[in-house]
């Protein structure tokens, strides 16, 4: 299963904050990791995070089913971001905490469908994407 992350941004503005920065640090690592054998299997999961913008906010708290298509086999998690993590120091910690969850929510997804998920090696990823990402930021 390949993981996908990205977000909904309803303001330009939203390209500058603390948020979508680590959003874009976490997805560059998840990029350096596709040639890893688990992330070329099916089934997927696409992650998608809601940001709030000055007129328009997510319109639920937490995370949410969006989808799923049978043909990619894939299935879409919605996270709503509260307002108060789009400027926060912990904008990472969030994104990877989501992402845990969401493997969480779909490992459940899954199982209810009989299909196959290997979601102990997807949360060993995270954990190695945590790891890069905060080497990341202190070299930087």
Do not use: C, W
Not at 89 to 111: C, G, K
């Amino acid at each position: 299963m390949a993981i996908y992350i990205g977000a909904y941004l309803p303001d330009r503005q939203l390209d500058e904050s603390p948020f979508h920065k680590a959003l874009v640090r976490v997805a560059a690592g998840l990029a350096q990791q596709r040639r890893d054998p688990l992330q070329t299997r099916s089934p997927h999961l696409d992650l998608h995070f809601l940001m709030p913008g000055s007129e328009e906010a997510p319109p639920f708290e937490g995370m949410r089913f969006h989808s799923f298509d049978s043909r990619s086999n894939t299935l879409r998690i919605e996270s709503s971001v509260p307002g108060r993590m789009v400027e926060s120091v912990h904008a990472e910690a969030f994104v990877i905490a989501a992402m845990q969850d969401a493997v969480d929510n779909a490992r459940s997804f899954f199982e209810s469908q009989s299909e196959a998920f290997a979601s102990d090696e997807y949360f060993a990823l995270i954990d190695r994407l945590s790891g890069e990402a905060g080497r990341t930021r202190t070299l930087n």
